[in-house]
């Protein structure tokens, strides 16, 4: 049984077992998955402890004239701590696009709403910046695609609002 890629493993074994048993490529992808869940679930406890801390040091590093709308400010800290949750739920449950799924019903419109491109550039900018050193490279490896396709939706809709 050919599944979508975007399909969790574990979706498709529950799907699947009046049909048949898991094929070799199947098992493979799931003892992938297994064998980092535990760098997925340890990045992911990580990354809660240290969200307060890790957004602030983004905040700081703003240009002043920046820090000054605080309305566009605190709805583009907002967009940041979600994206990077989806992110990090995405990758506990290896679904790189379930932030951008979750997201992309309301981001842009907020986007064009609150004015917040270029808080949120300097912020999505930092933050890949930032998570690479604080969590191990397999963690971020793990992290990344993740937080990639929810970056996109943003990246698109400041796109969209600067083409306007």
Known sequence: MTTPPSQHILRQIELQPDKSYLTPQELSSLGRYVGSLTDRVRAYRQLREW?????????DRLP????ENTRALEQSIKQTILILRYAALGMLVDD?????RRLEGWLPT???VYQTQSIDVLLQKSLNQQLPRLLTDSQF??????????????KDAVKEEGAE
Do not use: D, W, Y
């Open 51 to 59: 969200e307060v801390n890790l957004i602030q040091e983004l905040v």
């Open 64 to 67: 002043t004239e920046l820090k």
């Open 96 to 100: 790189v696009h379930l932030g951008r």
């Open 110 to 112: 907020m986007v064009m």
């Open 141 to 154: 490896a793990l992290l990344q695609p993740a937080l990639e396709s929810a970056q996109q939706l943003l």
